[in-house]
């Protein structure tokens, strides 16, 4: 790698298939208090909260009182339930593992999500990847979540810390499935490819470039785009083809 520099994944829609099973463990979670959320709902609005947002979002939209211990104790019976599920499903993307490891011999790599640290861990530690991450921030990590740049802005700066590096952060990819994520990465100053496990290429606006997942993507590609200095906020090469 010439350009390259590190690398920064979000994690549920990017390196696990689990937001089918968050939006499940909401429905159920949010059922029992008599509240409904439609997996159009879902994948429009609250993909991008991480679990408080989420509660704190959907209360104020539908105009419903939510204090803290009553948010605390729903977003644990939600955690009880997704913890269930992962725990009888093979969660992660084709292509993920081996893009993953090929990223970590090559420079350092960063986690940065709305998904909370020991659901992170319990994955990649049964894939067998959980060590090749410099750094993971996760919930509750920063004050805000995305899309503010904040996660995203800690995982940089973790990142440049921990490897030693004078890292750039024009030369540093984050890769994200949606525009909440996306927005956040750009509001870090790192560059950004879409991946569309969860929405079209027509909705990750911003990206630099989109493919249509981890297993389409090569270190090359992203050093390409490190190396090119029209780095604007305007997407490019939305439906590319990685090379």
Known sequence: MTALQSIVFDFDGVIADSEPLHLRAFQQTLAEEGLDLSAADYYS?????????????????????????????????????????????????????????????????????????????????????????????????????????????????RLRERSGRDLDPDRCVAIEDSRWGIASARGAGLRCVGVTNSYAASELEGADLVVGGLGELTLLTLD??????????????HGAQAT
């Open 45 to 157: 609005h609250y993909l991008g909260y991480d679990d408080v947002g989420l509660v704190r979002a959907l209360a104020a939209d539908r105009g419903i009182a939510m204090n803290e211990p009553r948010t605390a104790a729903l977003v644990a019976r939600k955690g009880t339930r997704l913890q269930e599920m992962l725990g009888g499903d093979h969660v992660l993307f084709p292509g993920a593992v081996s893009f993953i490891r090929s990223a970590a011999a090559e420079v350092p790599i960063a986690i940065a999500s709305g998904a909370l640290r020991r659901e992170i861990a319990q994955i990649t530690e049964a894939a067998g990847i959980w060590n090749l991450f410099t750094t993971v921030v996760a919930a509750g990590d920063t004050p805000q979540s995305k899309p503010s740049p904040a996660p995203y802005h800690l995982a940089f700066e």
């Open 224 to 237: 390409r785009l490190c190396a090119n200095d029209a780095h604007t906020t305007e997407p490019r090469g």
